[in-house]
């Protein structure tokens, strides 16, 4: 048994290990809620069409401390300009309509001054992205064109020079805006004709230019800007080619995606991803394409390009849908998710308490256990002692040397170790029915006067209790010394029954004759 209990707490013990281990791997797991990537990725995903769900994504992420407060504003500006439904982060601001331009261009010049962040280029480059495209959408052609001027800048530190072009299409267009149309102009076409063919200085030999995602975009976005420009300036006829060419591009990125991949930031990470980009680019070529046609008189082109622009719509709207579809099941699985988590946690801490208590019950019983074989030894040696003793009273009364209380020698005390040695060495006590009669017809002698040597000489016993005596004795030899005789064996041998035996011994020594004979073991 303590050999079992020692298995069962090293088993346990275990047990414990695996589960802090399963625990600690499941507190790690990133969640919707804890984790600071996934909760700032998910609400930059969704900030175009549901902006209020991004900011209170990212809302909770900085109050549970998962995104630092600095983090949270650069993400707060970013939605506040660039999300597609303004009206809704108007309303949510509590101004008029165009507020939320203000809120974004009054967080990104807050977040341009600290030092952090003015230290970190790739930090301070989305700053600026974010000023620059505020000072746009708000007409402020001066914040428009010192905010791209300090882009380029930090776009050459960083030894990026497609985002330079690209930031370079914005200062031209400020100062088309701005009334240096002829400057203006002359920029952007150097922008547009640098990203598709290459820098001019290249020389012969050289590898050839990668025209991939990122200089596909910076071109798209410097194309626009012409257009935009162009449009301004009721410069109809010039926007229908350069609106054909970014269809054309988008076409082509559409049928060769691979062609133009370079897994830069900007570039869609999905095919979903993929299509909503080239969506919202040639719906705006279209579009221009339309207003083009209009301005001009050229009815059936424009119906051509409108009905394009229709069909555009249509499957742009099926495609929401199923994005917000998607966005449903996610929210709904993560509510699995964490419900599931909930119910592991109460799990594992219900197991855990109840190994504990198996761990104290199992404790228990080895210490009762201990107590119990530290008893058995102590009855075994007294129970020796007292076997020890009664054989120097049986060598002193054969000796004629046992003396009474006071002193003086008993003449009968031969006379009883005589009686008691031919009840020990014939074995009378081995018969179940031997009687007080059947002793004093034996030895010649009356009742009284057995009574009388068995209270001068037995410590007062009566003759049931003297012949029980001897025969636990003779039992403890047994037990001891023929280690192959069972328990039931012996109690026949000595005249007992297995039951009786079992009670004397426990009435005696407190223990059984088995626990007697583990305790001659240890």
């Known amino acids: ?288 394409l339309t207003v083009a046609y209009a301005s001009l008189g050229e009815r059936g082109n424009m119906k051509e390009v409108y009905e394009q622009i229709e069909r555009s719509v249509r499957d742009a709207t099926a495609r929401e849908h199923i994005a917000r579809y998607q966005i449903l099941e996610q929210e709904m699985l993560r509510s699995k998710a964490e419900s599931r988590h909930h119910t592991m946690t109460i799990v594992n801490y219900t197991m855990g308490a109840s190994l504990v208590l198996i761990l104290l019950f199992m404790g228990y019983i080895v210490f009762q256990n201990h107590r119990i074989r530290l008893k058995n030894r102590a009855l075994v040696r007294l129970i020796g002692n007292e076997e020890l003793r009664n054989q120097n009273e049986e060598s002193n009364m054969k000796n004629g040397e046992r003396e009474t209380k006071d002193g003086a020698s008993l003449p009968d005390a031969s006379f009883f170790h005589h009686i008691d040695s031919a009840i020990r060495a014939e074995r009378l006590y081995a018969n179940p029915n031997t009687q007080r009669q059947d002793i004093c017809r034996q030895f010649n002698i009356r009742r009284e006067m057995l009574n009388q040597l068995l209270a001068n000489h037995a410590g007062g016993l009566s003759f049931p209790a003297y012949i029980n005596a001897i025969r636990l004795s003779e039992a403890c030899r047994l037990l001891q010394h023929q280690p192959g005789k069972t328990v039931n064996a012996i109690a026949e041998e000595v005249g007992l029954s297995p039951r009786n035996l079992r009670r004397l011994f426990i009435e005696k020594y407190g223990i059984t004759p088995s626990e007697y004979r583990q305790g001659l073991q240890k």
């Not at 809302?59 to 998962?66: E, K, T």
């Not at 108007?90 to 507020?99: A, F, P, R, Y």
């Not at 001027?149 to 400020?174: F, K, N, P, W, Y």
């Not at 063919?197 to 976005?221: H, S, V």
Request: proline share 2%; net charge negative; glycine share 6%.
């Open 1 to 288: 048994m303590p050999r079992q209990a020692s298995h069962f707490l090293l088993y346990t013990s275990v047990l414990l290990a695996l589960i802090g281990c399963q625990k600690e791997g499941m507190h790690h797991t990133p969640s919707l809620t804890t984790d600071t990537l996934y909760t700032e990725r998910k609400a930059m995903e969704v900030y175009g069409y549901q902006p209020e769900l991004a900011l209170r994504i990212i809302d909770s992420a900085a109050a549970a401390g998962n995104l630092s407060e600095i983090r949270a504003d650069l993400n707060r500006a970013d939605i506040y300009s660039r999300t597609l439904m303004g009206h809704l982060v108007d309303s949510l601001l509590g101004g008029s309509e165009g507020v939320r331009f203000d809120s974004a261009r009054i967080i990104g010049e807050r977040l341009l001054h600290h030092h952090e962040l003015w230290e970190n280029l790739a930090e301070r480059q989305n700053i600026l992205e974010i000023l620059i495209n505020t000072a746009r959408m708000q007409s402020d052609t001066a914040r428009w064109f010192l905010r791209s001027r300090q882009l380029v800048d930090v776009c050459h530190q960083q030894g990026a020079e497609t985002e330079a072009l690209r930031t370079e299409a914005e200062i031209g267009a400020a100062l088309c805006t701005g009334g240096k149309q002829e400057a203006g102009m002359a920029l952007l076409d150097s922008v547009i004709t640098r990203l598709e063919n290459g820098p001019a200085e290249m020389e012969e030999g050289e590898a050839d230019y990668q025209f991939r995602f990122n200089e596909l975009d910076a071109t798209i976005i410097a194309l626009k800007r012409k257009i935009c420009v162009l449009t301004a300036a009721d410069q109809h006829a010039e926007i229908i080619p350069l609106a054909h060419h970014v269809i054309d591009l988008l076409d082509d990125y559409e049928y060769h995606p691979d062609r133009y991949h370079d897994a830069t930031y900007r570039e869609p990470k999905s095919d979903a991803e993929r299509a909503d980009y080239i969506h919202f680019y040639r719906t705006k070529a279209e579009g221009y």
